[in-house]
């Protein structure tokens, strides 16, 4: 059984920061990719970032150059550093593993999720 637990979601105005992490236990974390995802009410939930086992980076184009995805496989945690933060940004942030590289953007191929944490953007 794997357990991912979020925290960092808040309030904060358009323009600002926040940084999520996401505490994984229960299985081999370095070797796993960890992804990010957000879902918005009413919409569907969609890919924020993603990171390889080694260190590689992907990103939705709505986030790119705002959000930064990051792990320290010594403490089994994944952030997701999110800077520059707009309205649309609003949504539950919700981390997930999967043991692959592909198909980084589809929510069907990560096996374990997060309760998720929300992120709120006034403007």
């Known amino acids: 059984q794997v357990q991912l637990e979020e925290s960092g979601g808040g309030l904060v105005q358009a323009g600002g920061s926040l940084r999520l992490s996401c505490v994984a236990s229960g299985r081999t974390f370095s070797r796993y990719v960890m992804g990010w995802f957000r879902q918005a009410p009413g919409k569907e939930r969609e890919f924020v970032a993603a990171?390889?086992?080694?260190?590689?980076?992907y990103y939705a184009d709505s986030v790119k150059g705002r959000f930064t995805i990051s792990r320290d496989n010594a403490k089994n945690t994944v952030y997701l550093q999110m800077n520059s933060l707009k309205p649309e940004d609003t949504a539950v942030y919700y981390c997930?593993?999967?043991?692959?590289?592909?198909?980084?953007?589809?929510?069907?191929?990560?096996?374990?999720w997060g309760q998720g944490t929300q992120v709120t953007v006034s403007s």
């Open positions: 990171i390889s086992w080694s260190g590689g980076q």
């Open positions: 997930a593993s999967k043991p692959s590289i592909v198909s980084l953007t589809t929510k069907s191929a990560y096996d374990y």
